[in-house]
């Protein structure tokens, strides 16, 4: 069967979120939608006898680095290279646009692919996934993004993302969250309500306290019965403090990046990230 490549379009979107709700993932239909303002032209389909059978979207951090997310194709078209190629193709689309690093997140099954493309490791992500009981909760106060707190993000982060912040903001305002200790700013996140469950992330923090703080006042809020955090595995907080949560295990990826990673960011300080389809 002969394939063929095009650009994403508005359009594609809803076959998209089809392959992301066969293969169980949280990304919703406005997921889609950001990534094509943030990158219209690097934000790829594959089509087979004119249906889509497989997507690919990319992203740019201040020409810094890219991420390459949304890696999806049709389970009855998987094993025919449509997804190497995609790959490809995005990192070819990215080379074009003189990007010096990028980076994806892999699960342990992609991982010798990206391998052999020339990724290698950065760090390890734990998914991890509280399962609890429904609760009427009421509306948190929306949140406000400041300065202080993209400016915060710029350093943890390693680029400005602070479009994209500011998109999920104005959706997911309650999760809009920050903390202070003795009028120090010691953390912030944010948050989701993905198809499956709320997210939280990127959750950053200075100490144990502000990040059990934020954790605790993200939970208050959400009203949904499954919640998913991003955790770094080696947090010197994260992992303790969702077990005692009572959040379980899911699943591991590895950060990895092709090229010169010189803006690693503050891993230090990241208790959980965004995500794996934005970093």
């Known amino acids: 069967m ?19 709700e066969i293969a169980a993932w949280n990304q919703t239909r406005n997921d889609w939608g950001r990534f094509l303002r943030a ?20 992203i740019s951090y201040e020409g810094r680095f890219a991420w390459i997310g949304m890696v999806l194709v049709h389970p009855g078209m998987r094993g025919k290279g449509i997804g190497t190629m995609l790959l490809k193709t995005a990192i070819d689309y ?13 699960t342990p099954q992609g991982k010798p692919l990206y391998t052999k493309l020339g990724f290698v490791s950065e760090y390890e992500i734990e ?32 680029a400005d993302r602070s479009e994209l912040l500011r998109a ?7 999760f809009v969250l920050r903390s202070r200790r003795q009028g120090e700013f010691t953390g912030y996140s944010f948050g989701r309500r993905g198809a499956l469950a709320d997210h939280l992330g ?18 208050r809020r959400s009203n949904r019965t499954r919640v998913f955090v991003d955790a770094l595995k080696d947090n010197l907080w994260a992992i303790g403090l969702l077990r005692r949560r009572g959040f379980r295990f899911s699943r591991l990826l ?18 959980g990230v965004l995500g794996s389809e934005f970093g």
């Open 127 to 158: 998914r991890w996934h509280l399962q609890r009981a429904p609760a009427d909760k009421p509306a948190g106060t929306p949140g406000q993004i400041t300065e202080e707190m993209l400016e915060q993000d710029r350093e943890v982060f390693g």
């Open 168 to 174: 999920i903001a104005l959706e997911h305002a309650d």
């Open 254 to 271: 590895t950060q990895m990046y092709r090229g010169q990673n010189k803006f690693p960011g503050r891993v230090d300080l990241q208790c």
């Open 94 to 106: 990215l080379a074009g646009c003189h990007v010096p690093c990028i980076k994806l997140d892999a």
């Open 39 to 58: 990158s219209p032209d690097g934000c790829f389909v594959a089509e087979a006898g004119g249906e889509v059978v497989g997507t690919v979207a990319t």
């Open 2 to 20: 002969e394939f063929h490549l095009h650009r994403m379009t508005a359009g594609d979107i809803p076959a998209g979120a089809r392959f992301a």
């Open 202 to 219: 990127p959750w950053v923090a200075h100490d144990e306290y502000s990040a059990d703080e934020l954790l605790e006042e993200f939970l």
